[in-house]
């Protein structure tokens, strides 16, 4: 079975920095994309960030976090990281890793993390 293993949250003040990890635990026959998404209470998922696997994919973000995130993939790891800087209060939200790609030649899947928690506030 397939999981995605998340850490790298927390509390950090406004205009902080926290690294987000989420790595794929278990066998899986292709992955296409790798990415974060985030949920504040009362609203809905959103992109935060993704990034393709393949070479020379460019990254994409949320207009909200240009210029303040960086997502990075190892794809020898099967691990992609989310590097956020300049923290403001309104990024404070349960940030989901997702996974694109195919357990097996003729399935293919959406996986989600558990969750973790990233509280800015002073």
């Known amino acids: 079975q397939v999981q995605l293993v998340e850490s790298g949250g927390g509390l950090v003040q406004p205009g902080g920095s926290l690294r987000l990890s989420c790595a794929v635990s278990?066998?899986?026959?292709?992955?296409?994309?790798m990415g974060w998404y985030r949920q504040a209470p009362g609203n809905q998922r959103d992109l935060v960030a993704d990034?393709?696997?393949?070479?020379?994919?460019?990254?994409n973000y949320a207009d909200s976090v240009k210029g303040r995130f960086t997502i990075v993939g190892d794809n020898a790891k099967n691990t992609v990281y989310l590097q956020m800087n300049s923290l403001k209060p309104e990024d404070t939200a349960v940030y989901y890793c997702?996974?694109?790609?195919?357990?097996?030649?003729?399935?293919?899947?959406?996986?989600w993390g558990q969750g973790t928690q990233v509280t800015v506030s002073s």
């Open positions: 997702h996974v694109n790609g195919r357990r097996t030649l003729w399935s293919t899947v959406d996986i």
């Open positions: 278990g066998s899986m026959f292709a992955i296409y994309s």
């Open positions: 990034i393709p696997t393949g070479t020379g994919g460019r990254a």
